[in-house]
């Protein structure tokens, strides 16, 4: 499993998997007139009254299934090199895989967020230790860049993470009263920024795999 991360098929998946992320969403907010994707999260689209929750709740449960794996194959890549940051990467993506998006797909989200049920909760909570934890993929990857002497894998790298924080930044203080009436309030770009910049150090990879 060590060498999958240089498999073709296996970086063409990744790639297709993250275009998804952001295209399955924006398909289907066609076929939910009350879904805004501006100031509500994808996740949304899943809730128990969502017209095309089957489909968006199956495809978390893809992604989060997927990611769980490209874990293992990005654990198994460098830990004979780097074993600490290999751990440290596992951990990152897969409980982000499986927080996010694959608990996710089980327990959906509430469309109005003062609804409040056990399923939204854990929901919240996974998805929120999800995100949290993933934020620093980006930096883990720019430090083991640097001690492969990838010098512009780590500047990219670093850059994302710093961006992907100040976005996340953005998208939780949207969801507070105060910024309502700001550009803040559009928490669906911002998650969608945040998520952008935390799978650039996938995208670069994969591409770089690709191409070589």
Not at 11 to 39: C, D
Not at 74 to 90: N, T
Not at 124 to 137: D, E, K, Q, R
Not at 174 to 194: A, C, H, P, S, V
Request: positive net charge; hydrophobic residues 60%.
């Amino acid at each position: 499993m060590r060498n999958i991360m240089n498999n073709r098929l296996f970086n063409i998946i990744l790639l297709f998997t993250i275009i998804g992320e952001f295209f399955i969403p924006w398909v289907l907010e066609r076929f939910h007139a009350e879904y805004n994707g501006k100031i509500m999260v994808m996740r949304a689209l899943g809730n128990p009254q969502s017209p095309v929750r089957l489909i968006y709740n199956l495809w978390l449960i893809w992604l989060g299934g997927f990611l769980a794996f490209t874990a293992v194959v990005y654990f198994l890549s460098i830990r004979v090199s780097f074993l600490v940051l290999a751990v440290f990467v596992l951990l990152s993506i897969g409980i982000f895989a499986i927080g996010a998006w694959l608990i996710s797909g089980f327990f959906s989200v509430n469309e109005s967020k003062n609804i409040v049920t056990g399923a939204s909760k854990i929901h919240g909570i996974s998805a929120a230790v999800g995100f949290m934890i993933f934020l620093f993929f980006p930096l883990l990857n720019g430090i083991l860049a640097f001690k492969q002497n990838d010098f512009i894998f780590g500047v990219v790298s670093i850059i994302a993470f710093i961006l992907a924080l100040v976005f996340f930044i953005c998208f939780i203080m949207g969801d507070k009263e105060q910024f309502q009436n700001t550009m803040l309030k559009y928490e669906g770009i911002w998650e969608r920024l945040t998520l952008l910049c935390m799978y650039i150090p996938f995208v670069y990879r994969a591409v770089h795999n690709l191409l070589s």
